[in-house]
């Protein structure tokens, strides 16, 4: 599996959940945010992106983001 560095922009999150959607459902096989390997805390009105000891580097949540908070560079962890 690729492993990729994730860049994160707590700035541009929304909210959405969909990389926390797409990490649950490849890992976990079920859509379950809490179960996911990113997780964004909601801090008031302000999003906070952090990855969890399990995550893998693979970058799915970051093909999942479509705001531009996740992204993924060349090969070298997260
Ligand atoms: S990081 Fe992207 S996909 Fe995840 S909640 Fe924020 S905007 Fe949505
Ligand atoms: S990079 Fe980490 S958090 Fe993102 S989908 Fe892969 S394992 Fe999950």
Same mark, same amino acid.
């Given at each position: 599996?690729?492993?990729?560095?994730?860049?994160?922009?707590?700035?541009?999150?929304?909210?959405?959940?969909?990389?926390?959607?797409? @990490?649950?459902?490849?890992?976990?096989?079920?859509?379950?945010?809490?179960?996911?390997?990113?997780?964004?805390?909601?801090?008031?009105?302000?999003?906070?992106?952090?990855?969890?000891?399990? @995550?893998?580097?693979?970058?799915?949540?970051?093909?999942?983001?479509?705001?531009?908070?996740?992204?993924?560079?060349?090969?070298?962890?997260?």
């Amino acid at each position: 599996m690729s492993k990729y560095r994730i860049l994160t922009d707590d700035a541009k999150c929304t909210g959405c959940l969909r990389c926390q959607l797409a @990490c649950s459902q490849a890992y976990q096989k079920s859509f379950n945010p809490s179960a996911a390997r990113v997780r964004v805390d909601f801090l008031g009105v302000d999003c906070a992106i952090r990855f969890t000891e399990e @995550c893998v580097a693979c970058g799915l949540c970051a093909d999942n983001c479509l705001y531009g908070a996740l992204e993924k560079s060349a090969e070298g962890g997260a």
